[in-house]
């Protein structure tokens, strides 16, 4: 069983880290490379626009399929 909030503070510290927690490697890579691309974009000012959005969606994913996964007894 894992703990949603566990989850969801994880991601909150680095995108990407509740999704591996949950088991889910590969969406958490993707996250963190998303952000590492997003954190370049700022000098150009479009990052600072997606790194909040990316954060923001990392974090309710992470909560989100921590829940559902402890509903199918995972």
Not at 20 to 27: A, W
Not at 45 to 64: E, H, K, R, S, T
Request: aromatic share 10%; no cysteine; hydrophobic share 60%.
């Amino acid at each position: 069983m894992r703990t949603p909030v566990l989850a969801a503070v994880l991601s909150l510290f680095l995108s990407g880290l509740g999704q591996i927690y949950n088991g889910e490697v590969t969406k958490g890579v993707v996250f963190i490379v998303a952000q590492l691309i997003n954190a370049a974009l700022t000098a150009v000012l479009i990052g600072w626009i997606l790194m909040p959005i990316v954060g923001l969606w990392a974090v309710i994913d992470a909560y989100a399929t921590a829940k559902r996964n402890n509903k199918r007894g995972w």
